[in-house]
């Protein structure tokens, strides 16, 4: 099993690296030329910058099983078809269960916002977040290491 970070924009690396290495497992950063960085303990792949470059990236990597960090719920959906284990940055995990309503939630904002409205953005991130990711992550990786 592998944890696959779409580092691009994620506020929860290092906390992800930190369960990565207690439960010893390998742990992918994948991030394009605009965010390019490199954490110990961990192996970073970046990709060239464009849309969705570090996405079709990383589903062409992962595996069954395998843990997905991301925000992006495109990427989850098409992680979830590849039988991985997709988690956003607040700890929700995406199921074939609320997949869909999260797709037509997407899409229904961008229809807003090409048609010139406005959304308001998501709040302040704060510990409470990072520790929800952190529980919820701890969680997965537990359960599906037995």
Same mark, same amino acid.
């Given at each position: 099993?592998?944890?696959?970070?779409? @580092?691009?924009?994620?506020?929860?690396?290092?906390?992800?690296?930190?369960?990565?290495?207690?439960?010893?497992? /390998?742990?992918?950063?994948?991030?394009?030329?605009?965010? /390019?960085?490199?954490?110990?303990?961990?192996?970073?792949?970046?990709?060239?910058?464009?849309?969705?470059?570090?996405?079709?990236?990383?589903?062409?990597?992962?595996?069954?099983?395998?843990?997905?960090? !991301?925000?992006?719920?495109?990427?989850? @959906? $098409?992680?979830? =078809? %590849?039988?991985?284990?997709?988690?956003?940055?607040?700890? $929700?995990?995406? !199921?074939?269960?609320?997949?869909?309503?999260?797709?037509?939630? %997407?899409?229904?904002?961008?229809?807003? %916002?090409?048609?010139?409205?406005?959304?308001?953005?998501?709040?302040?991130?704060? =510990?409470?977040?990072?520790?929800?990711?952190?529980?919820?992550?701890?969680?997965?990786? !537990? /359960?599906?290491? %037995?």
């Amino acid at each position: 099993m592998t944890l696959l970070i779409d @580092a691009d924009g994620c506020p929860v690396v290092d906390i992800a690296m930190r369960l990565a290495r207690r439960h010893s497992i /390998e742990c992918l950063i994948l991030c394009d030329t605009a965010h /390019e960085f490199s954490k110990e303990g961990a192996r970073t792949i970046t990709v060239s910058k464009g849309a969705d470059s570090v996405d079709f990236a990383l589903v062409n990597l992962v595996k069954k099983g395998d843990v997905v960090v !991301t925000q992006d719920y495109g990427l989850a @959906a $098409m992680c979830l =078809a %590849r039988g991985a284990v997709p988690l956003n940055q607040n700890g $929700m995990a995406y !199921t074939n269960d609320n997949i869909d309503a999260l797709l037509h939630q %997407r899409h229904t904002a961008q229809k807003i %916002r090409r048609g010139g409205g406005r959304l308001k953005g998501p709040n302040k991130r704060g =510990a409470e977040q990072d520790r929800g990711f952190e529980a919820a992550l701890g969680k997965i990786l !537990t /359960e599906v290491l %037995r």
